[in-house]
């Protein structure tokens, strides 16, 4: 077993994050045992547990699967939290302010889920639009949208006039009334199991990403504006326009996620329904490394993650938070330990390896090659984190056949 | 209409502070090339330190020293991550900064669990005469020691980094082009390390200001993105000293306004305050600073050719 192959690091960093979970929970005063068997209760004691760990999983799958597609473009989209509570509230504006009472399931929940699609497309589109007119980094600007769109679902929850239920007492609780009635999801039919139709309508959109990314050629254009955007450009790529049209697919993911997490029990909206999914997801994403069949196993271990932790705090009395900690440990595991993974022959490895791509050192050790032209920097981006101005790519195609993309792609 | 005036600049001064501290560290380590986005994980760090230290030695000076050692480790692992391993500075501050809003949560169920303690914080000090100038004197000269020593630490800080110095010209250096700067005989490595451990320093210090000055106690997430709000300040400032004080004594004043305008009996509803500042945030990265260049080795990890 190579142990600098992606999975097996993958594997190593989430048993040492594990390891140091165990240890946390430990700390906060509950034996080791206990807080295995409350975590094993929770994500597979019951089918109730089940049911619920693949709700949980289902939403980060969506999430996870709009990372995957703006990041094919380079593009990271930090913005899961506010897509997700934008999604929401469109869909709990169309579930029961705009439909009537008596809507069929047929129209409601399509009617529902499409607007939760646009509310989260539009939301990621400010940055995707900052990103392609401005040169604005869109990790900084779906970052702050994430606390803008927290505020607005604040504020739609607590403010009659928006979407707060009916004050009826001074205890009515700041939430939305509940969606009409055909707008909830369906359950999947598994006894005693609250698992909805959330996993199948998350499978389908992983299938349907997948097949877009890796067997279209708007797949292949994402692709190559991901490795190289002054190169796509001189090929006639639309550069731009790909660009814009990710990041909005991802913000769309991400609030039909949202629209989901409303749609099931207990169908109203109220703070904090994103609890935490946005960065979940962004986890999944990363984690799965690009490949959305990667995505969908990580997304079910972490909802089982989730759901577990959940019962980790009811049963053995340790702070669910711990679950945050476990995720946030692995990351940095994993990004710790880039500099070891293998890289494939001439360096394809890495790249294809789905990790946000490192800006390449410019190298300028050597004059360069023309004498006077080096390729100057375009407009500059506001933290740099872009491939814009990267000189490294565009002088380097000579040492990648130029079929490297397509094969990679196909695999 | 004075004394509104004279609150609300008060409650800017308070909140510029942490903001103001945070990003002079944050522009000092962008301007050598890192960015860290784990300011806001490294200012929560600092006031939850702060808070355990201050409560359990019953002193808020030791409670500072926490603060500021604990904000020094997160720095130091997000040097290690981005300078040392040249992980993805994006990714590892992101989930350097969930890993402290996950932790600090954790730790203040266990540490902190017996609410109602009071947290000994630093009283305000009104300097005699100055204090007492109409609607200036209260929020300039009646803050309390620490926001004085740390206006200070950031008043040294940013001169001992102009340009007109040594150490000024070697972060420029590292920040622009490393692999230059190394054969000119800049310690590009140990010039990035040093400044990310500074920003470290800072932002815990920012922390406990917050919680020991301002707030007095340790809430789960208290700081709520003050920390993105230091990182834009940088970007909004054009990665100069000046510039940045003014960024961010326009994210104070707006994060003021959620606390002063209810107090007048001005009815906005308070989400809208609190969304104030981040759309401030995004105005600023997106409308107002289009003409201002990072510099140009920022979030490139160095590493020696060949070696």
Known sequence: MNLRHPLSLGLLAAAAALVVSGLLATLAGSSPTEAAVALWDGMFGSAYAIGSSLNAAAVLLLVATGFIIAFRANLVNVGGEGQICLGAIFAVTVGTRVLPDSTPAFVALPAVLVASVVGGALWASIAAVLRVRRGVSEVITTLLLNFVGLALLLLVVHEEMFLRQPMSSSETLPQSLPLVDGAHLPLLGIPRSPATAAVALALLGAVVAAVVLHRTSTGLRLRSVGLSAPASHRLGARVDRLRLGSLTTAGGFAGLAGGVLVASAPHVLAEGVSSGYGFSGLVAGLLARGSLAAAVLVSAALGLLVSGGINLQLAAGIPASLTQITEALLILFIAGSALWTTTGPRGAGRRSAGWPRRRPEPDRSGPPPGGASEPSPGPATATGSGPDGDPGPAARPADRPRTTHLEETRR | ?307
């Not at chain 2, 054009?238 to 209810?262: D, E, H, I, N, Y």
Request: charged share 10%.
């Open chain 2, 1 to 307: 209409m004075t004394s509104m005036l004279t609150d609300l600049l008060v409650a800017s001064v308070s909140l510029t502070i942490p903001v103001l501290v945070a990003a002079n560290g944050e522009l000092v380590s962008e301007r050598a090339g890192v960015l860290n986005m784990s300011v806001e994980g490294m200012m929560l760090t600092g006031a939850f330190a702060g808070v355990v230290g201050a409560t359990s030695t019953g002193s808020p000076v030791a409670g500072v020293l926490c603060g500021l050692a604990a904000g020094i480790v997160l720095g130091a692992v997000q040097a290690l991550l981005s300078v040392t391993l040249r992980a993805n500075q994006i990714v590892t501050g992101i989930a350097l900064t969930t890993l402290a809003i996950a932790a600090t949560t954790f730790g203040a169920r266990l540490l902190l669990a017996d609410r109602g303690v009071s947290v000994p914080g630093f009283d305000r000090l009104a300097v005699p005469v100055l204090s007492d100038i109409p609607v200036v004197g209260p929020a300039l000269f009646a803050q309390t020691g620490l926001a004085y020593a740390l206006v200070g630490v950031v008043v040294v800080l940013a001169l001992l980094t102009s340009r007109r110095t040594g150490w000024g010209l070697a972060i420029d250096a590292a920040g622009e082009d490393a692999t230059k700067a190394d054969w000119a005989g800049v310690p590009v490595r140990r010039v990035r390390w040093l400044a990310v451990v500074g920003v470290g320093a800072l932002s815990g210090l920012a922390g406990t200001q917050l919680a020991l000055s301002e707030v007095h106690t340790f809430t789960d997430n208290m700081t709520a993105g003050i920390g993105y709000l230091a990182v834009v300040a940088v970007i909004a400032g054009r990665w100069k000293a000046v510039p940045v004080m003014v960024a961010s004594l326009v994210f104070g004043v707006a994060q003021a306004l959620q606390f002063t305008l209810p107090a007048l009996g001005v009815d906005v509803p308070f989400a809208l305050l609190v969304m104030l500042p981040y759309v401030l945030a995004l105005l600023a990265v997106g409308g107002l600073v289009t003409h201002s260049r990072p510099p140009s080795a920022l979030t490139v990890p160095f590493v020696r050719a060949g070696a």
